[in-house]
């Protein structure tokens, strides 16, 4: 089982916004997250890119 | 280590596309995906949904 990292991309830095996420579903201009424990995020945000080998996604948000 | 198996939704089934998956990136309406082995495909397709326990990536084309 190899659950991922969510990190969202900032000026300087990326910051995490969500661990052992177990799926993520594209709704739209929103991502859904959610974790093995239940726990569901949603995000108005994209896919920038993924890092398979570290479990290591990072997002991109249209505004600030 | 948890490579990623990426497919392509059709009508009926799913499609295999590449397996072994290191990383995926997003450039504009394509995606970048690359292998372990250094092996790369760009496809014209969007992210679905990614169940990371299954280490599985599904896609869909806007045609076909």
Redesign the interface.
Known sequence: ????KVYLEGEDEEELVLEE??????DGDRLLLET?FGEQKSLAA????????N?RIVLSQPFG
């Open positions: 089982m190899c659950m991922a996420v177990a799926t993520l579903r594209v093995i994209r896919i920038e890119r993924i890092d398979f080998l479990s």
